[in-house]
């Protein structure tokens, strides 16, 4: 995998470690590695809450050279959707949706997977709300 | 879309043929399925959020239960993470053990599927014929491990204690190379069970990688991906990864037979090693200790039903601040949107068991 490929995209294109950071255009940083480079596999989508905004992992792999790539890009409420890219995109977008409220902007089916349809917060979110009154162990704050 | 003619069926969630609570929601033209949605979470635990809040010790026993037919794999995974994370060496006795019980736990977990599958193609004799033998290596871990199935038996730095009754093994490894051979003639060329199978549900080995699917299933398809010949664990063994080009529900059902053969064949090296490397001899970390440096974290393992992978970023507090499990069987289920499509509805079921889902999975 070449680097400068990335760049000639993404002018602002950090790596540490293994990590390639980029700040923008997810999309077509992944649409370069699928169609140039055989990443032909998307193993997963993560995300974490950093406090003000919420990372994305995106781990591609290619079977052919048994190679890695890793991306990562910050986002605060919205986002890329890979959905045309990978079918199996749309199975993590609708999780990290679920669990963090991330909107994928091109997926048209998200909705809510684990929680109730009419849940309201994001399990994930480190803002969270602890004392929800829905949940039954938290009676105990009900009645104080 | 839905027409006059058309029908919404809802298949599951509670069903003797769902293994578990999987609810479809199928669209019929006639018996021929327009579209497939499935609709899971049903047997969500919170798994991710719980670890936020426990240390690492108190999590470990929990990750048996992601998926309850192969706990073992969700043991290694997390103990092999943070002993990765604290620079932690297993000893060369600790790393046999592991394998053995592996491949002991992937055997069960593959007969079951034996007799599950056969079971959705409505013939009830394999079932208890797997079931029997699955037994033996269940009664085995309990002996060992005091657990049929939730065995939190890997603990982080090596084993909860020593190895034993290898005996058990040996007779395992007897009786199932005979029975293996039975299956096979009651089951592989079977008329009605290949009527079923052959050219049913095939997975393009392009399908497969848009949708993620890894371990047998994509083995089926022709693609020669298997963890274990890079993972560490493994050093030493000598098998074969089980690639089969048939691409449909037959060749996944076939090579799940082979695999069984090859694990086999893994259990036996592990078995005569065992016997030659003398006492345990392992170094635990302490679990009430543990605070794995601040940093990310990420180790994956050929599970069962495909890849599975740990991901856990640390503050260098004593809990991890992020956990993400990957598992196989959650793009396997979104595999279904596009492998049913087309296909009969008597045909949904075969499909969906040949892909070996379980929902504890799925939901985490």
Known sequence: ?144 | MTTATTLKLNLGPQHPSTHGVLRLILELDGEKILSCEPDIGYLHRGMEKMAEGLTYIQYLPTVDRIDYLAGCFYSELLCRTVEQALGAELSEKVKIIRVTLLELNRIASHLLWVGAFLMDLGALSPFFYAMREREMILRYFEKLTGQRMMYNYFVFGGVRKDIDYLEDIEEIINVLTKKIDDYEKIITDNPIFTARTIGKGILEPELAFNNSITGVNLRASGINYDLRKTDRLYEGFEFEPVILYEKDSWARYKARILELRESLKIVEQGISRLKAVGKLDQKLINPLTIKLPEGEYYSEIEAPRGLASIYIMSKGEDKPYRLKWRTGSYYAVNLLRRLLVGEYLNDAIAIAGSLDIILPEVDK
């Open chain 1, 1 to 144: 995998m070449n680097i400068e490929d990335i760049k000639n995209i993404v002018s602002e294109c950090d790596i540490e470690d293994n990590k390639i950071c980029v700040k923008s255009r997810i999309y077509d940083v992944i649409k370069c590695l699928k169609n140039e480079y055989s990443f032909k596999i998307l193993k997963s989508i993560t995300a974490i809450d950093l406090g003000d905004e919420i990372e994305l992992l995106y781990k591609l792999f290619s079977v052919e050279d048994e190679e890695e790539a890793l991306l990562s890009i910050k986002v605060k409420a919205e986002a890329e959707s890979v959905v045309d890219l990978f079918d199996s995109a749309r199975a993590d977008e609708n999780e990290i949706y679920d669990m963090f409220g991330i909107q994928f902007i091109g997926n048209e089916d998200l909705k809510r997977l684990y929680m109730p349809e009419n849940w309201e917060g994001f399990p994930l979110r480190k803002d969270y709300i602890q004392d929800d009154t829905r949940l039954a162990w938290n009676d105990d704050c009900n009645n104080a």
